[in-house]
Nanobody, 118 residues
Framework: QVQLVESGGGLVQRGGSLRLSCAAS????????MSWYRQAPGKERELVAI????????NYADSVKGRFTISRDNAKATVYLQMNSLKPEDTAVYYC???????????WGQGTQVTVSS
Protein backbone atom coordinates (compact mmCIF):
# COMPACT_ATOMS: atom_id res chain seq x y z
CA GLN A 1 0.00 0.00 0.00
CA VAL A 2 1.42 3.32 -1.09
CA GLN A 3 1.64 5.98 1.59
CA LEU A 4 3.00 9.51 1.66
CA VAL A 5 2.79 11.06 5.10
CA GLU A 6 3.63 14.74 5.45
CA SER A 7 4.60 16.38 8.72
CA GLY A 8 6.20 19.56 10.00
CA GLY A 9 3.55 22.12 9.14
CA GLY A 10 2.32 24.69 11.60
CA LEU A 11 1.98 28.35 12.45
CA VAL A 12 5.04 30.58 12.14
CA GLN A 13 5.67 34.32 12.04
CA ARG A 14 6.87 36.19 8.99
CA GLY A 15 10.58 35.56 8.50
CA GLY A 16 10.50 32.26 10.33
CA SER A 17 11.40 28.78 9.18
CA LEU A 18 9.79 25.37 8.95
CA ARG A 19 10.96 22.02 7.66
CA LEU A 20 8.41 19.73 6.08
CA SER A 21 8.97 16.00 5.82
CA CYS A 22 7.26 13.41 3.67
CA ALA A 23 7.78 9.77 4.60
CA ALA A 24 7.10 7.35 1.77
CA SER A 25 6.32 3.66 1.75
CA UNK A 26 4.87 1.04 -0.54
CA UNK A 27 6.92 1.84 -3.63
CA UNK A 28 10.54 2.11 -4.75
CA UNK A 29 11.21 5.59 -3.48
CA UNK A 30 14.59 6.02 -5.16
CA UNK A 31 13.02 5.53 -8.59
CA UNK A 32 10.53 8.38 -8.19
CA UNK A 33 10.88 12.09 -8.70
CA MET A 34 9.55 13.82 -5.60
CA SER A 35 7.82 17.16 -5.45
CA TRP A 36 6.17 19.57 -3.08
CA TYR A 37 3.02 21.38 -4.18
CA ARG A 38 0.90 23.87 -2.32
CA GLN A 39 -2.65 25.12 -2.51
CA ALA A 40 -3.87 28.31 -0.92
CA PRO A 41 -7.59 28.97 -0.32
CA GLY A 42 -9.32 29.87 -3.56
CA LYS A 43 -6.25 29.15 -5.66
CA GLU A 44 -5.07 26.28 -7.82
CA ARG A 45 -2.50 23.82 -6.62
CA GLU A 46 0.96 24.90 -7.71
CA LEU A 47 4.35 23.23 -7.93
CA VAL A 48 6.78 24.52 -5.32
CA ALA A 49 9.85 22.33 -5.79
CA ILE A 50 10.91 19.09 -7.42
CA UNK A 51 13.88 16.77 -7.02
CA UNK A 52 14.75 14.12 -9.56
CA UNK A 53 15.06 10.45 -8.77
CA UNK A 54 18.61 9.66 -9.84
CA UNK A 55 20.82 12.74 -9.91
CA UNK A 56 18.86 14.72 -7.37
CA UNK A 57 18.49 17.68 -9.70
CA UNK A 58 16.22 20.34 -8.24
CA ASN A 59 13.93 23.01 -9.59
CA TYR A 60 11.87 25.65 -7.82
CA ALA A 61 9.00 28.00 -8.41
CA ASP A 62 10.26 31.54 -8.87
CA SER A 63 8.34 32.64 -5.78
CA VAL A 64 10.41 30.42 -3.48
CA LYS A 65 13.84 30.42 -5.10
CA GLY A 66 16.54 31.29 -2.63
CA ARG A 67 14.24 30.64 0.35
CA PHE A 68 13.17 26.99 0.04
CA THR A 69 15.35 23.91 -0.37
CA ILE A 70 14.13 20.46 -1.35
CA SER A 71 16.19 17.39 -0.48
CA ARG A 72 15.75 13.65 -0.25
CA ASP A 73 17.14 10.77 1.76
CA ASN A 74 16.65 7.60 -0.25
CA ALA A 75 17.80 5.42 2.65
CA LYS A 76 14.97 6.81 4.76
CA ALA A 77 12.51 7.12 1.85
CA THR A 78 11.86 10.69 2.89
CA VAL A 79 11.77 14.02 1.09
CA TYR A 80 12.16 17.33 2.87
CA LEU A 81 11.31 20.95 2.22
CA GLN A 82 13.28 23.46 4.21
CA MET A 83 11.43 26.77 4.17
CA ASN A 84 13.20 29.92 5.31
CA SER A 85 12.25 33.59 5.30
CA LEU A 86 8.60 32.64 5.22
CA LYS A 87 6.03 35.16 4.03
CA PRO A 88 2.27 35.35 4.61
CA GLU A 89 1.78 34.49 0.94
CA ASP A 90 3.42 31.12 1.61
CA THR A 91 0.35 30.17 3.65
CA ALA A 92 -1.18 27.07 2.08
CA VAL A 93 -1.67 23.35 2.42
CA TYR A 94 1.54 21.69 1.28
CA TYR A 95 1.34 18.34 -0.49
CA CYS A 96 3.98 15.76 -1.22
CA UNK A 97 3.91 14.09 -4.64
CA UNK A 98 5.70 11.04 -6.02
CA UNK A 99 6.00 10.62 -9.78
CA UNK A 100 7.25 7.34 -11.17
CA UNK A 101 8.35 6.27 -14.63
CA UNK A 102 4.81 5.68 -15.90
CA UNK A 103 1.78 7.97 -15.87
CA UNK A 104 -0.13 5.73 -13.47
CA UNK A 105 2.65 5.93 -10.92
CA UNK A 106 1.64 9.23 -9.37
CA UNK A 107 0.85 9.47 -5.68
CA TRP A 108 -0.17 12.24 -3.28
CA GLY A 109 0.04 12.77 0.43
CA GLN A 110 -2.80 14.13 2.55
CA GLY A 111 -1.25 17.56 2.98
CA THR A 112 0.04 19.62 5.87
CA GLN A 113 -1.05 23.15 6.72
CA VAL A 114 1.48 25.95 6.79
CA THR A 115 0.31 29.30 8.11
CA VAL A 116 2.56 32.37 8.15
CA SER A 117 1.32 35.26 10.23
CA SER A 118 2.22 38.87 9.55
Amino acid sequence: QVQLVESGGGLVQRGGSLRLSCAASGFTFSSYAMSWYRQAPGKERELVAIISSVRGDTNYADSVKGRFTISRDNAKATVYLQMNSLKPEDTAVYYCNAEGPSIVQNFWGQGTQVTVSS
